[in-house]
């Protein structure tokens, strides 16, 4: 594959992400990790910081490019010149919204398709927002997010 987007809110990024983010560099030329900034949700990071935080995390990964966008994915991916979305799977639970978002975006560009990884299985129960109950709480989040963001995310609760 010439280029993906791997998009996603990453508010913050997490072991998951970074799993999903070296298997599909290494499916790639390019990889352009997408994050979100749309008006709609309040992150807990600001989108620079989220765009920093990944910068940070794949500092090593040549062929990876972190980038924010804003509005419709698929006109993200046209903006790019780029025909693939990457999403991981981390069970079923995630199945019918990640279908209907392929599917939408399928309509809305036909030209864009998206592939799934499904997680590592050390992974699959992971998430953003497990990450920030564990850190509100000054639970150990190191088994969950890059080495580098780990303070980041607990000074966002005074620790
Ligand atoms: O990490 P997330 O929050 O699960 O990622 C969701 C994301 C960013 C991929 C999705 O919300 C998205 O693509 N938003 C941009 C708006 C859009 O294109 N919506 C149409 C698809 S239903």
Do not use: W
Not at 4 to 29: E, N, Q
Not at 70 to 86: P, Q
């Amino acid at each position: 594959m010439k280029s993906a987007i791997y998009p996603g809110s990453f508010d913050p990024v997490t072991l998951g992400h970074v799993d999903i983010i070296k298997r599909s560099a290494g499916l790639t030329d390019k990889l352009i990790v997408g994050v979100l900034n749309n008006s709609t949700k309040t992150p807990l990071f600001s989108v620079e910081e989220r765009v920093n935080m990944l910068k940070n995390v794949t500092r090593k990964i040549p062929n990876v490019e972190v980038v924010s966008f804003t509005g419709l994915l698929v006109d993200f991916a046209k903006e790019k010149d780029c025909h693939v979305i990457i999403r991981g799977l981390r069970a079923v639970t995630d199945f019918e919204y990640e279908l209907a978002m392929a599917q939408t975006n399928r309509v809305a560009n036909p030209d864009v398709d998206t592939i799934f990884l499904t997680t590592s299985l050390k992974y699959a129960y992971l998430s953003s927002s497990i990450v920030k109950e564990m850190a509100q709480y000054n639970g150990d989040i190191s088994k969950f997010v890059p080495e580098e963001v780990i303070e980041q995310i607990y000074s966002k609760y005074g620790r």
